[in-house]
């Protein structure tokens, strides 16, 4: 049978039907006050029939006073339990899981839309100082705020499970505040929530342990980690294998590995000749981590062509491909490569020729394509950007971002 479309039976028994998945992507496409819009659910509607055995979410937040982006979703309570049932139901009737990316943002959220920050420790970022409204560093949070930080963790993914999506991801990379409780750079505590590793750790270990008693043995819970920070003094390759060994002895059914923060972007940055010469990042690490886990990994960035994700399952390296940019151009992507009808995915986005927009197009363009999906439209691989970059600004200034109600 192709290495693709072999089933794959997860740790806490639940199958995923082939080893396509989708990836999380920013999505920008809640409410103003951060309910799932009709066009973010009709976006997974397509989704639903690309031929995945998994999607997964863009980042869902865990409490409102927390937003990394002005339309998050945000999932605290039930009150929007309706909307969420039918985000959830977009799979029914298909051999795709569908799956909730949970975060929190910490000191990597926008000031605009928070009135303070809160973080493992008083530490902001190194570019573009990024703080609360109020001109402060993050706030270090305290060992009560840090424990309701777990909690929400856990209450998110309860209310989840009871709407019916297939399982949950932790964010754990890209800076976000489990990344950021791993990194000794950006959490210098000296409690036992900071300092060693196994303290630093112990955050994301908590919020594992608290969303499995909540959820049950049966409902799959992953993670997205970072293989490393690629920072000075930041999480290192060598941390990130002793964090895979912790979470596999907990249990976690999905590790996904990824790569760097918005301070080092490695996950998008130009990649080095041995990453091009084998289309996708981070497979140096994944091969090492195949050697000290059992636990199934998935790896996404850079997968472009049908041949390489094949060979890279076949290889036993990794069990799941992670793909994400090209699932907004080609919403039909896995039936196109199980059935081999397309052999190549390339998302070569349109520019505007001015460095300081086209260094976020690479955001926008893709959540253009994303809204265009929700809308009932098809894809449009030359979307105009400064058609983009416009419609884009002036929606901020509607205060839109994406949507509205």
Known sequence: MDSLQTPLTLPNGSVLSNRIAKSAMSENLSTKDHKP??????????????GAGLLITGNVMVDVKAIGEPRNVVVEDRSNMALLKEWA????????????????????????????LKAPSAVPLKTSGRKDATGKIPEAMTEAEIL??????????????????????????????????????????????????????????????????????????????????????????????????????????????????????????????????????????????RKITDTPLMLTGGFRTASVMRDAVASDQLDVVGVARPFTVYPNIGHEILGGSRTSFPTDIQKTGVKGIDGFMGLIWYEAQIKRLGQGKEPDPKLNAWLVFINYVWLILLGKFGGGK
Request: glycine share 10%; proline share 3%.
């Open 37 to 50: 819009t009709p066009v973010l659910i009709g976006a997974y509607r397509k989704w639903a029939s690309s």
């Open 89 to 116: 139901a977009t799979t029914d009737g298909t051999d795709t899981q569908l799956w909730v990316q949970v975060n929190h943002p910490g000191r990597q959220a926008m000031e605009q839309v928070n009135k303070t």
């Open 148 to 289: 309701h930080a777990i909690d929400a963790f856990g209450n998110t993914a309860l209310i989840l499970k009871e709407a019916g999506f297939a399982g949950v991801q932790i964010h754990g990379a890209h800076g976000y505040l489990v990344s950021q409780f791993l990194s000794p750079d950006a959490n210098v505590r000296t409690d036992r929530w900071g300092g060693s590793l196994e303290n630093r750790a112990r955050f994301v270990v908590e919020i594992y342990r608290k969303m499995r008693a909540l959820v049950g043995a049966d409902f799959p819970i992953g993670i997205k980690l970072n293989s490393a920070d690629f920072q000075k003094g930041g999480f290192s390759e060598e941390e990130s294998m002793e964090v895979v060994k912790i979470l596999s002895r907990e249990g976690i059914d999905l590790i996904e590995i990824s790569g760097g923060t918005y301070e080092a972007p490695a996950m998008m940055g130009k990649r080095k000749a041995s990453t091009v010469k084998r289309e996708v990042y981070f497979m140096e690490y994944i091969e090492k981590a």
